[in-house]
């Protein structure tokens, strides 16, 4: 974790340090610094993020409720371990989410296209050179890509659903990411299923869809392992 400078931490309103303090915890545990079935006290989190008790406790609830911690009031707290059977479910939800969004979208009256849509076209056609070239700012388009999609069928509930699921699972989706060759295939085929949709092809829309999401699934899986496997050896060897 990293350290905070104890001065600027003084000047900060304590929800703004329950705030940050929230977005390093939940960044340890994204970049595997602090590895699934860690465990740790208030009281280090504290020392180590030169702040009191009190918005370092929030933040720790924070997480917990969100499915990232797990509490023993007797022995502190514990970064939970992965389960990737669950990721599995919340993916299958996802993908009924979806396609049922790409139904109603394929249905719509004719002449009328969601704004959301065009948007998403603006992005998702633009030439290589004209891409964000971080890994990190291309995960966040990829989310939103798939939220906008949902939310332009105008049902509210499933935006929400959908939304929920995308905060559970985004610590593992975001590592799609990491590697060129899946940037640019999330180009090209979310590129695919737009044009599908607009020209209401639904089936294929629907078929370029799933497999879309079952490819970055698998990726995922994989790339989780191989990051948890390096960073279990880094933190024998820093024992050693």
Same mark, same amino acid.
């Given at each position: !974790?990293?350290? %905070?400078?104890?001065? @600027?931490?003084?000047?900060?309103?304590?929800?703004?340090?329950?705030?940050? /303090?929230?977005?390093?915890?939940?960044?340890?545990?994204?970049?595997?610094?602090?590895?699934?079935?860690?465990?740790?006290?208030?009281?280090?989190?504290?020392?180590?993020? +030169?702040?009191?008790?009190?918005?370092?406790?929030?933040?720790?609830?924070?997480?917990?409720?969100?499915?990232?911690?797990? %509490?023993? #009031?007797?022995?502190?707290?514990?970064?939970?371990?992965?389960? #990737?059977?669950?990721?599995?479910?919340?993916?299958?939800?996802?993908?009924?989410?979806?396609?049922?969004?790409?139904?109603?979208?394929?249905?719509?009256?004719?002449?009328?296209?969601?704004?959301?849509?065009?948007?998403?076209?603006?992005?998702?056609?633009?030439?290589?050179?004209?891409?964000?070239?971080?890994?990190?700012?291309?995960?966040?388009?990829?989310?939103? #890509?798939?939220?906008?999609?949902?939310?332009?069928?105008?049902?509210?509930? !499933?935006?929400?659903?959908?939304?929920?699921?995308?905060? @559970?699972?985004?610590?593992?989706?975001?590592?799609? #990411?990491? @590697?060129?060759?899946?940037?640019? +295939?999330?180009?090209?085929?979310?590129?695919?299923?737009?044009?599908? /949709?607009?020209?209401?092809?639904?089936?294929?829309?629907?078929?370029?869809?799933?497999?879309? /999401?079952?490819?970055?699934?698998?990726? %995922?899986? @994989?790339?989780?392992?191989? !990051?948890?496997?390096?960073?279990?050896?880094? +933190?024998?060897? +820093?024992?050693?």
């Amino acid at each position: !974790m990293q350290l %905070v400078d104890p001065i @600027k931490r003084g000047k900060e309103r304590p929800e703004n340090l329950a705030e940050r /303090i929230y977005g390093q915890l939940k960044d340890d545990i994204s970049e595997f610094r602090l590895l699934p079935g860690d465990r740790f006290s208030e009281g280090e989190v504290a020392e180590r993020m +030169a702040a009191s008790r009190t918005p370092v406790r929030q933040a720790l609830y924070r997480l917990e409720r969100e499915g990232y911690l797990e %509490v023993y #009031f007797r022995s502190g707290w514990q970064v939970k371990p992965f389960d #990737f059977h669950h990721f599995e479910e919340l993916y299958d939800v996802r993908i009924v989410l979806e396609l049922a969004a790409v139904r109603r979208l394929c249905d719509r009256p004719a002449g009328e296209t969601p704004e959301q849509l065009e948007e998403l076209r603006h992005i998702w056609t633009a030439p290589p050179e004209q891409r964000p070239p971080e890994g990190r700012e291309v995960s966040l388009l990829d989310e939103r #890509f798939h939220c906008q999609l949902v939310e332009a069928t105008g049902n509210r509930e !499933m935006a929400r659903l959908h939304r929920e699921i995308s905060e @559970k699972i985004r610590i593992v989706r975001r590592l799609d #990411f990491t @590697k060129t060759p899946r940037v640019e +295939a999330t180009y090209e085929e979310h590129a695919r299923i737009l044009g599908a /949709i607009l020209s209401r092809r639904c089936e294929e829309a629907q078929l370029l869809l799933k497999t879309h /999401i079952e490819v970055s699934k698998a990726e %995922v899986r @994989k790339i989780t392992l191989h !990051m948890l496997h390096n960073a279990r050896e880094r +933190a024998v060897q +820093a024992q050693g």
